[in-house]
């Protein structure tokens, strides 16, 4: 009897240990909020480009109007994957708080086939066009939240958009967009930056191990190999940064950005840095590209965002109905490397916009 009852009293304490986050979770109080979600880039029934964005508003308790939970499948507008069709004519509602312009890269034929091969194909559905952009504006008067996100004005968002989008949110495109690969032979390569590459050189593709790939929008490729990489490339926060937010830490960044230059009434809160050997610097100053360049931008007094990367973007559907301190979410970036910046950093930058966003 005596023994069981030392079990017992030794494993209660695990089991509430074990139940707590999750009893937790149901026992916070949730919140509500009116978000508007723009994503036209969703060829499959992942949602993987705002996927980021709809689990922290569950595991934040987000809620709407009607009390009810934000659905991946349902809450945004964009392409419908079941339905095989985009949505037209974007209506904003007049109470919203936050809307959120996950990605508008769009959908190409390339991308519906069962295994895409990655090739460039004719364009579907997408861009950012200057009739949502107007009514986005229109809504977000003074008090909305708006945060926009990579890729929501390069191609194939038309340039007098682009202008106008660039001129309100304050901040210019360079026309560089890049991204870290861990194998530079792997499948992840698109073949049109291959094929770019080795007509531009004259020369085959024959990089292996991890390095850099730059691509401007007139399809210049530049490559930076590992050897010339002293660092991956990170993300790291300004004074104004940690001062906004809590717990965003120096994060690894391995997924694609873009390179923008703001205007003096957008505060950089995060930079990406890439640090390189001599011979690497050399190869991106002969390009003029920089070494340093903004990640996160914030007009606090228009309430306005940039981030300029594909933040929200995972790889998969983690469940999120748990609640434990904010360091723990560290853990999650030794498993998923590739998402260090989801775990360390997205989730904290957007409990707190959405915090504000009332």
Same mark, same amino acid.
């Given at each position: 009897?005596?023994?069981?009852?030392?079990?017992?009293?030794?494993? *209660?304490?695990?089991?509430?240990? /074990?139940?707590?986050? #999750?009893? /937790?979770?149901?026992? $916070?109080?949730?919140?509500?909020?009116?978000?508007?979600?723009?994503?036209? +880039?969703?060829?499959?029934?992942?949602?993987?480009? &705002?996927?980021?964005?709809?689990?922290? *508003?569950? &595991?934040?308790?987000?809620? @709407?109007? +009607?009390?009810?939970?934000?659905?991946?499948?349902?809450?945004?507008?964009?392409?419908?994957?079941?339905?095989?069709?985009?949505?037209?004519?974007?209506?904003?509602?007049? %109470?919203?708080?936050?809307?959120?312009?996950?990605?508008?890269?769009?959908?190409?034929?390339? %991308?519906?086939?069962?295994?895409?091969?990655?090739?460039?194909?004719? *364009?579907?559905?997408?861009? *950012?066009?200057? #009739? %949502?952009?107007? $009514?986005?504006?229109?809504?977000?008067? @003074?008090?909305?939240?708006?945060?926009?996100?990579?890729? /929501?004005?390069?191609?194939?968002?038309? $340039?007098? +958009?682009?202008?106008?989008?660039?001129?309100?949110?304050?901040?210019?495109?360079?026309?560089?967009?890049?991204?870290? !690969?861990?194998?530079?032979?792997?499948?992840?390569?698109?073949?049109?930056?291959?094929?770019?590459?080795?007509?531009?050189?004259?020369?085959?593709?024959?990089?292996?191990?991890?390095?850099?790939?730059?691509? &401007?929008?007139?399809?210049?490729?530049?490559?930076?190999?590992?050897?010339?990489?002293?660092?991956?490339?990170?993300?790291?926060?300004?004074?104004?940064?940690?001062?906004?937010?809590?717990?965003?830490?120096?994060?690894?960044?391995?997924?694609?950005?873009?390179?923008?230059?703001?205007?003096?009434?957008?505060?950089?809160?995060?930079?990406?840095?890439? @640090?390189?050997? $001599?011979?690497?610097?050399? =190869?991106?100053?002969?390009?003029?590209?920089?070494? +340093?360049?903004?990640?996160?931008?914030?007009?606090?007094?228009?309430?306005?965002?940039?981030?300029?990367?594909?933040?929200?973007?995972?790889?998969?559907?983690?469940?999120?109905?748990? @609640?434990?301190?904010?360091?723990?979410?560290?853990?999650?970036?030794?498993? =998923?490397?590739?998402?260090?910046? !989801?775990?360390?950093?997205?989730?904290?930058?957007?409990?707190?916009?959405?915090?504000?966003?009332?």
């Amino acid at each position: 009897m005596k023994f069981k009852y030392v079990v017992m009293m030794t494993l *209660l304490p695990l089991l509430i240990i /074990s139940v707590y986050p #999750f009893l /937790s979770w149901h026992f $916070k109080a949730p919140v509500e909020r009116s978000i508007q979600v723009i994503d036209k +880039t969703v060829p499959k029934e992942d949602y993987r480009e &705002h996927l980021g964005l709809f689990w922290v *508003l569950d &595991h934040e308790r987000v809620v @709407d109007g +009607t009390e009810e939970y934000y659905q991946k499948e349902n809450d945004y507008y964009g392409y419908d994957p079941v339905e095989g069709k985009g949505d037209t004519g974007l209506t904003i509602a007049k %109470d919203v708080d936050l809307i959120y312009i996950a990605d508008t890269y769009g959908i190409y034929t390339n %991308d519906l086939q069962d295994q895409p091969t990655g090739e460039r194909s004719q *364009l579907i559905y997408g861009g *950012l066009n200057i #009739f %949502d952009w107007n $009514k986005i504006i229109e809504a977000k008067g @003074d008090d909305v939240t708006l945060v926009l996100e990579f890729n /929501s004005i390069a191609s194939p968002t038309d $340039k007098l +958009t682009r202008s106008i989008v660039e001129d309100e949110m304050g901040f210019k495109w360079s026309g560089w967009v890049g991204r870290y !690969f861990s194998d530079l032979s792997s499948r992840e390569i698109p073949p049109w930056l291959i094929q770019n590459y080795e007509k531009q050189n004259d020369k085959k593709w024959t990089f292996d191990g991890e390095g850099l790939a730059f691509v &401007h929008e007139s399809d210049e490729v530049v490559i930076i190999e590992g050897e010339n990489l002293n660092d991956r490339v990170m993300v790291n926060w300004t004074k104004a940064g940690i001062e906004h937010y809590t717990n965003v830490k120096k994060s690894e960044y391995r997924y694609w950005f873009d390179i923008v230059k703001p205007d003096q009434q957008m505060n950089v809160e995060a930079n990406y840095h890439i @640090d390189l050997n $001599k011979e690497g610097q050399e =190869k991106l100053d002969a390009h003029d590209i920089p070494s +340093t360049f903004p990640a996160v931008l914030h007009n606090s007094v228009e309430k306005k965002y940039y981030f300029a990367g594909d933040f929200a973007d995972i790889s998969a559907d983690y469940y999120s109905r748990w @609640d434990l301190p904010t360091e723990i979410y560290s853990v999650y970036s030794y498993f =998923k490397p590739d998402e260090a910046f !989801f775990w360390n950093n997205y989730i904290p930058v957007m409990k707190q916009i959405i915090e504000e966003s009332k």
